[in-house]
Nanobody
Framework: QVPLMESGGGSVQAGGSLRLSCVVS????????LGWFRQAPGKEREGVAA?????????EYADSVRGRFTISRDESKRTLYLQMDHLKPEDAATYYC???????????????????WGQGTQVNVAD
């Protein structure tokens, strides 16, 4: 069973909003750090945002989305969220949620530091 399952992708006009969700199963949410990554066609996967364990809930954002996107987690629903506002055409990509136990490196938002991945949800932004 895939421990991470994304939903909420779709098509939106530039300037619009979407909220992505990721249901987490089989992982101890008190221990794992959660994050969002994205990959556009022909480009490498890049980090978007991450949120630390419930004990601190620190967040980290890529410069390209800071101030427009908000990451949050709800342990009671075992769900990670990404609220995306003021979307731009360059935000179009497949978005993946991920989990890591790498407490020392999580804020670097580098894909190689993350152990578990969802299958992705597509976001399209029309100009």
């Amino acid at each position: 069973q895939v421990p991470l399952m994304e939903s909420g992708g779709g098509s939106v006009q530039a300037g619009g909003s979407l909220r992505l969700s990721c249901v987490v199963s089989g992982l101890d949410l008190d221990y794992y750090i959660l994050g969002w990554f994205r990959q556009a066609p022909g480009k490498e996967r890049e980090g978007v945002a991450a949120i630390y364990r419930p004990s601190l809930r620190l967040t980290e954002y890529a410069d390209s989305v800071r101030g427009r996107f908000t990451i949050s987690r709800d342990e009671s629903k075992r769900t990670l969220y990404l609220q995306m506002d003021h979307l731009k055409p360059e935000d179009a990509a497949t978005y993946y949620c991920a989990a890591t136990d790498g407490g020392m490196v999580w804020s670097r938002l580098l894909p190689r530091d993350w152990q578990f991945w969802g299958q992705g949800t597509q976001v399209n932004v029309a100009d």
